[in-house]
């Protein structure tokens, strides 16, 4: 079975950054991160795949993702800037297998690891 570690999340105050990792047992393709926050939905935040990356509107210009596959290294990150109050969740690492550009809520996703929670205070 695959499997997915994520690290890095914290406290920060808003405006601040944050940059969370994810090691993957094997080389996935179409991979990416969605958050939940307690009582809402999973929200899918960003995917990067052999044609690029997709981003949520919600955190466009603030967040990247970038993968690492050399020297058989399976790391993708998130780089997240420009944080806020509403950004605080609990961010997953996942493969996705369908990217919902319309609502990122109904993104679906194959894999996921146990999550590393991110808290932006204001």
């Known amino acids: 079975a695959v499997k997915l570690v994520e690290s890095g999340g914290g406290s920060v105050q808003a405006g601040g950054s944050l940059r969370l990792s994810c090691a993957a047992s094997?080389?996935?393709?179409?991979m990416g991160w969605f958050r939940q926050a307690p009582g809402k939905e999973r929200e899918g935040v960003a995917m990067i795949d052999a044609d690029g990356t997709t981003y949520a509107d919600v955190v466009k210009g603030r967040f990247a993702v970038s993968r690492d596959n050399a020297n058989a290294k399976n790391i993708l990150y998130l780089q997240m800037n420009s944080l806020k109050p509403e950004d605080t969740a609990m961010y997953y690492c996942?493969?996705?297998?369908?990217?919902?550009?319309?609502?990122?809520?109904?993104?679906?996703?194959?894999?996921w690891g146990q999550g590393t929670q991110v808290t932006v205070s204001s």
């Open positions: 996942a493969q996705i297998s369908l990217w919902v550009g319309y609502d990122p809520h109904l993104t679906e996703y194959k894999y």
């Open positions: 094997d080389s996935l393709s179409s």
